[in-house]
């Protein structure tokens, strides 16, 4: 924790003498909350409305701008788009919670889903990796359930368990990307390599059922990411 607030302080200094405002890191939170939950956002495409996906960051603010009808800082501009984003989001209710479950499942899907590239220019350039690719969350997802769920009595795993979800649930206020969901992978790796070794070990034991259940429970969950369609690696 306190090597976490030694890395940010600086640009929170920074950023304090620069406007007058406390900014934890940058103000780009606004845009990315619109851009995920506008009405029609599809939840993982970067795509800032009535401009496209390739937006500049004077977009984002002259949309600001005009919103707050007047002129506003950089800095403001962010407040105002997060404000937008809210206002989406009552707008239409129903509609923001049937984003967030897909987006949920977007969170576990099976595919890596690039920000501004394809990934397949890079897999296709470098075919001997491209196999990593499958070890997405979707893939280690039942696995780390099921890691979770047998050492669940034991409090050190809910210190790993317990920033995945919360990581996990902060990302759900945005969108999902390859390079958002990344930063998960460390802890997933970690909570599947345990269930997959209490499995084999455990296989003949009083748990192999339990565990196998919690392992079909998380496949059942990340189903949809395996046979759906609505969403690719195309740029957007």
Not at 162 to 185: D, H, N, S
Request: proline share 4%; charged share 15%; aromatic share 10%.
């Amino acid at each position: 924790g306190l090597m976490m607030v030694l890395l940010i302080l600086p640009a929170t200094v920074i950023n304090y003498r620069s406007t007058g405002k406390l900014t934890t890191v940058s103000t780009q939170g606004g845009v990315n909350f619109y851009i995920g939950n506008y009405r029609g956002a599809s939840g993982w495409a970067s795509i800032l409305p009535g401009t496209g996906a390739s937006w500049t960051d004077n977009d984002a603010y002259q949309a600001a701008r005009r919103n707050a009808g007047r002129e506003i800082t950089p800095v403001e501009a962010s407040d105002v788009l997060w404000k937008m984003g809210w206002d989406e989001v009552k707008a239409d209710v129903p509609g923001w919670l049937k984003l967030m479950g897909k987006k949920a499942l977007l969170l576990i899907d099976r595919r890596e889903i690039g920000n501004n590239r394809p990934l397949e220019l890079m897999t296709d350039a470098t075919p001997w990796v491209g196999w990593l690719m499958f070890l997405s969350l979707g893939t280690l997802f039942p696995f780390a359930l099921a890691g979770v769920w047998r050492y669940r009595q034991e409090k050190s795993i809910w210190g790993v368990a317990g920033f995945a979800l919360v990581y996990g649930a902060t990302l759900l206020l945005f969108f999902i990307t390859c390079r958002y969901r990344t930063p998960l992978l460390p802890m997933t790796v970690v909570l599947a390599g345990l269930g997959i070794d209490a499995a084999i070990r455990e296989i003949k034991e009083e748990h192999r059922m339990s565990l196998l259940t919690v392992m079909v429970v998380g496949l059942v969950i990340t189903l949809p990411g395996w046979v759906h369609n609505d969403w690719s690696n195309r740029a957007q």
